[in-house]
């Protein structure tokens, strides 16, 4: 029994390994197409290596299409864009049935049976068609007229929001933000990675992307990345995180009772935790720690948490909220 256990985990030792080389040589390869954001493209590989989803805000221009496209095409992996509009219906996403020419019903597969969805501007769209994508989120499955169809693995969902222009729009309920793993914001580029884009972009030079993963290699990693083991310190440490951000109960930070109206639930310490073996592993390390859930806590916690009207006239975002609470 123990000579298994420990061939198990030198194979996992192994494996560990194999997945920093790999994807130190995928961000090699994104970095072709994608100048600068190493930031963000590193929080969307370790939601997709976590089996999460991730929301982007940022203005147009940022990439965020060029961004989902070119990621799925280094991982091997289908990838389907949805415009979200004021009239798309949950049809004309995960699929309808018609009546064939033997006047039988047949599913016609909607743009959801993919394995990367990039849903742009989400909150264009009502709620009603914002809650198709729920299921296909939490259960990695569509119901249609009482049938259930399994989407294939690995499934994740990037959703994009323009944070300037909230005209026509509908804002995500709190059960739909929540299923978001991330929430990233991206930033406008440097000077110097502006230049660089002006010569890549305009010059009619197209760089391919070579494929460094493939869905069978990304569900092994997947698995992987759940067997990782935890210190009862770290998850001791991501509980009382979130615990300071609850209003007012026993554990609350003051800072979250004088600036928040809500806050994080317990999936917010199931993502800090799983988010923090992901980064740790990417790093070369074998067992997480308290930096690891530092470095995903606010991508995981911001949109969790609701500022209050005291927050705003103060100026408190919920980012600087996040960072002096973990500070503290």
């Not at 600036?259 to 073996?277: C, D, E, N, T």
């Amino acid at each position: 029994m123990y000579e298994t256990t420990k061939q198990n985990y030198s194979s996992d030792v192994e494996q560990l390994d194999i997945l920093v080389q790999k994807t130190n040589d995928l961000k090699k390869e994104i970095s072709k197409v994608i100048i600068g954001q190493e930031k963000i493209i590193e929080q969307v590989l370790i939601s997709i290596f976590s089996k999460g989803h991730c929301l982007l805000v940022g203005v147009p221009g940022l990439a965020k299409t060029l961004l989902v496209n070119t990621i799925s095409s280094a991982l091997g992996l289908s990838y389907n864009r949805i415009q979200f509009t004021p009239d798309l219906m949950p049809s004309d996403i995960i699929g309808s049935e018609i009546l064939d020419e033997n006047r039988k019903f047949k599913f016609i597969h909607g743009p959801i049976f993919a394995n990367i969805i990039l849903a742009d501007e989400i909150n264009r769209t009502p709620p009603k068609t914002q809650a198709a994508l729920l299921e296909a989120m939490q259960e990695h499955s569509v119901t249609v007229a009482g049938n259930s169809y399994l989407l294939e693995e690995p499934f994740f969902v990037l959703a994009t929001q323009n944070p300037i222009e909230q005209e026509g729009t509908y804002p995500l309920p709190e059960a739909q933000l929540d299923r978001f793993m991330f929430m990233l914001w991206l930033d406008y580029p440097t000077f110097e990675e502006e230049v660089d884009i002006l010569k890549s972009t305009t010059t009619g030079i197209e760089n391919k992307v070579n494929e460094i993963f493939n869905r069978e290699e990304i569900i092994s990693m997947q698995n992987l990345i759940r067997k990782i083991p935890v210190s009862d310190n770290v998850y001791e440490y991501a509980v009382k995180l979130v615990e300071k951000t609850r209003v007012s109960t026993p554990k609350a930070h003051p800072l979250a009772n004088k600036y928040l109206s809500w806050g994080a639930g317990p999936r917010a310490s199931q993502y800090l935790i799983i988010g923090a073996k992901c980064h740790a592993a990417l790093k070369g390390k074998y067992s997480p720690d308290i930096e690891d859930v530092k470095s995903v806590a606010v991508s995981v916690l911001r949109h969790r948490i609701v500022q209050n009207y005291t927050a705003q006239a103060e100026g408190y975002n919920t980012e600087k909220i996040i960072i002096e609470l973990i500070n503290s």
